[in-house]
């Protein structure tokens, strides 16, 4: 088992950044990949990005490359997810996930993670 816990959501303006952070505890943080998804109101939660166990490999969504940068520190068993050039339609929850699986790829979707935060808040204001 592992524990995810999120921090740093808010509320910004557009144009704003936001960095969240998400700790994890209970197992070595390094043998997970991890994934951040996103949840607007009344939509789908969506792949935002995700992260090799070692950090060296990163992969995003389009709507996000340029903008948002996901990086991890396996010492402090913490990843990040900073979002830069914040649009309203960024507003979501977003969710950082573990995947426990020993294959190296970054899945894109939720059922490729076992493990799940209890989501932070991100609003972002025209």
């Known amino acids: 088992q592992v524990q995810l816990l999120e921090s740093g959501g808010g509320f910004v303006q557009s144009g704003g950044s936001l960095r969240l952070s998400c700790a994890a505890s209970?197992?070595?943080?390094?043998?997970?990949?991890m994934g951040w998804f996103r949840q607007a109101p009344g939509k789908e939660r969506q792949f935002v990005g995700g992260?090799?166990?070692?950090?060296?490999?990163?992969n995003y969504v389009d709507f996000v490359k340029g903008r948002f940068t996901i990086s991890r520190d396996n010492a402090k068993n913490t990843v990040y997810l900073q979002m830069n050039s914040l649009k309203p339609e960024d507003t979501a929850v977003y969710y950082c996930?573990?995947?426990?699986?020993?294959?190296?790829?970054?899945?894109?979707?939720?059922?490729?993670?076992?493990?799940w935060g209890q989501g932070a808040q991100v609003t972002v204001s025209s």
């Open positions: 992260i090799s166990k070692s950090g060296d490999n990163t």
């Open positions: 209970g197992r070595p943080f390094g043998s997970f990949t």
């Open positions: 996930a573990a995947d426990r699986s020993i294959w190296g790829r970054i899945g894109t979707r939720s059922s490729d993670y076992d493990y």
